[in-house]
């Protein structure tokens, strides 16, 4: 579906098909534990491994794939360094798995290079560009098998993967992601970067329900356009340095449908993102020597 332009009231109906597995034995939740580990201590181990209780069942509840196929060198570093640090982690049942305190600063420090991030409206470069891209991902991934979300917060600017309503945004210190495991049982996440896609995937011992996204536009604006004046670019020439994008506010719904027939239908707000402005260069400098012209 294109991004620009859907419906006033779009039905996006998701497909999740959930897999067939024996469900978790019976038995109360662990206390709730938020999961944090320390940005020192080593990457967990990559893959759904197996829940520690031979007898329960373990199979894949809940996957997302978002796509990055032009983003720049150091954005897709990015993805695939925090992927990397990332796979494997394991949430004890009730726990709370934080996206800042398991993955820590996306810094210089920490081996993250310069990417592009939203600051106000506008897109300029930044360490640890595209680690938002991972946290997305791994959201719709969670949503997808029917996790609990506590804490989410959208983009400024909409995001060209996914419609309006359905990205999340982090930033260390300030704003996180935060899921909750709800299943009663294990859960491990398992999350890649590769070949111009993120992938995220919740392994654990629940049948996940159908999802489907309900969104309705309730207002959109246009872009406006700024014009710098460059000396360095011959007078009358002009480069665009951002191309600018639409802003637009909506109000999304999600609904679920578990395997026992029950339907859940949850209000998930409104969303407002803000227009970016399309930024030109206009060359003041002297006009490009023109050729002489030929002797009669």
Request: proline share 10%; aromatic share 8%; hydrophobic share 35%.
């Amino acid at each position: 579906m294109p991004h620009a332009s859907w419906p006033f009231l779009a039905l996006l109906l998701l497909s999740l098909w959930p897999p067939r597995f024996a469900t978790a034995p019976a038995g109360g939740a662990a206390p709730s534990v938020a999961v944090t580990g320390s940005p020192a201590q080593a990457e967990p181990a990559c893959g759904p491994g197996q829940p520690d209780d031979p007898g329960t069942a373990w199979g894949l509840i809940g996957h997302m794939t978002t796509d990055y196929p032009t983003s720049a060198p150091g954005r897709n570093f990015n993805m695939a360094l925090a992927s990397k640090r990332l796979c494997g982690t394991l949430i004890p049942p009730g726990g709370v798995f934080s996206f800042n305190g398991q993955l820590g600063e996306s810094s210089r420090a920490r081996g993250y290079k310069v990417g592009r991030v939203f600051i106000g409206d506008r897109i300029v470069p930044g360490y640890g560009g595209g680690v938002c891209q991972v946290a997305t991902t791994i959201y719709e991934a969670a949503l997808r098998a029917g996790l609990d979300i506590e804490e989410r917060h959208q983009h400024g600017l909409t995001v060209p993967y996914l419609l309006p309503g359905e990205d999340a945004t982090i930033s260390y210190g300030a704003l996180d992601l935060r899921i909750r495991n709800d299943t009663g049982g294990p859960l491990r996440l398992v999350t890649r970067a590769t070949g111009g896609r993120v992938t995220a995937e919740f392994y654990g011992t629940r049948q996940p329900p159908e999802v489907r996204w309900i969104h309705k536009e309730l207002r959109r604006f246009p872009f406006y356009t700024i014009r710098n004046s460059d000396p360095d670019l011959p007078k009358g020439k002009e480069e665009v340095d951002a191309p600018g994008q639409e802003g637009v506010v909506v109000h999304s719904w999600l609904e679920r449908e578990w395997p026992d027939g029950r339907l859940e239908r949850f209000d998930m707000g409104v969303d407002s993102y803000r227009a970016s402005p399309r930024i030109v260069r206009v060359g003041t400098g002297r006009a490009a020597d023109r050729p002489a012209a030929p002797a009669d």
